[in-house]
């Protein structure tokens, strides 16, 4: 599948080192002023800066091709493009008879019985660029309804401070080793009442945006995993006159629906898979063999991610609000 959401709907195309990188965005609402210099502010995150900076130097230069016309939402489908440029599809020729570990490379095989072996082809992460140019496009949307989506890097190893964490992935690069780690995200000024009840409810669809991401292994959200050693007194959330609650264990999610508080969610990024290092693997005719990486390849995707995160949960959440529309009359 190439596509997600409901109303607000997006699909994307492209492979990583093919012409370009694009998508169609359908469902977003006309008459939204768009700034296309925001948006490609929002889209240079993705590369990051100083030591996370990826070494593809790609300008990633958005086109819009339709659906904004003098900086206004159509209503229409925006449809749009990043072009490819610095690729290096030499680096890469030894894995065209060899399966990268940790990689899409075997299932793709499995499923399409050949594979672009080019950059991963279209399981790189590459593809989340197209991501970004449709989160950007929400996140402005939402601005518009009081919502803002925010996200921090709350670890990297075992790091939790910016110090540590840049001391870990120092010390990786220069063993050619690689790091997970956890993104935090936030969703603010979502009013009570948004989300499906039973099988669309709101932590299952940013769940699932989430899983779609490369590199994710996991989520969770409010208390999350630690409210199973908790007692109920002590994660409780107590309402207050107004309505809303004296702490948020919850997330700002109760029975699948928003509740009006902050919804907030923890995503958890595999370290790299290819390391700059002899890799052990088998050819596609099952001989073990011993591969030596080359080209460009990141220590840790998580500084680079924080904005796939706040894309994918923009146009969830934006799609959310959409459907609410439709409850009553």
Wanted: hydrophobic content about 40%; proline content about 4%; aromatic content about 6%.
């Amino acid at each position: 599948m190439d596509s997600i959401g409901t109303l607000l709907s997006l699909t994307t195309f492209g492979e990583s080192h093919g012409p370009a990188m694009g998508g169609v965005l359908t469902g977003a609402p006309s008459g939204v002023p768009v700034s296309l210099e925001r948006l490609q502010a929002f889209v240079d995150r993705r590369r990051a800066s100083g030591a996370h900076a990826t070494a593809r130097h790609e300008a990633d230069r958005v086109e819009i091709l339709s659906g904004i016309y003098e900086g206004v939402t159509l209503g229409t489908p925006v449809g749009f493009l990043v072009r490819n440029a610095d690729v290096r599809s030499a680096d890469y020729q030894l894995w065209a008879d060899a399966y990268r570990p940790g990689h899409a490379d075997y299932t793709y095989e499995a499923k399409f019985g050949l594979r672009d072996w080019r950059g991963g082809g279209r399981a790189s992460a590459r593809e989340t660029v197209a991501r970004v140019v449709a989160g950007g496009i929400a996140v402005q949307i939402l601005e518009r309804l009081g919502v803002t989506v925010s996200s921090e890097v709350s670890q990297i190893g075992t790091a939790t401070d910016a110090d540590s964490m840049r001391r870990q992935l120092d010390q990786a690069r220069a063993e050619g080793d690689s790091f997970g780690g956890i993104i935090t995200c936030t969703i603010a000024g979502v009013k009570a009442g948004v989300g499906e009840p039973t099988f669309g409810k709101l932590q299952s669809r940013l769940a699932a945006a989430m899983f779609t991401i490369p590199a994710v292994k996991g989520f969770d959200y409010g208390m999350g995993f630690a409210g199973a050693a908790a007692r109920g007194s002590e994660v409780i959330d107590r309402f207050l006159p107004d309505f809303t609650t004296a702490a948020n264990h919850s997330g700002g999610i109760q029975g699948g629906i928003s509740n009006g508080a902050d919804i907030y969610f923890r995503v958890a990024f595999k370290p790299v898979a290819t390391m700059m290092r002899p890799i052990d693997t088998v050819d596609r005719h099952g001989r073990e063999i011993t591969v030596e990486p080359r080209g460009r390849h990141d220590v840790c995707v998580v500084p680079r991610a924080a904005v796939v995160v706040e894309s994918m949960a923009a146009l969830t959440i934006l799609d959310a609000i959409l459907l609410n529309r439709s409850s009553r009359l």
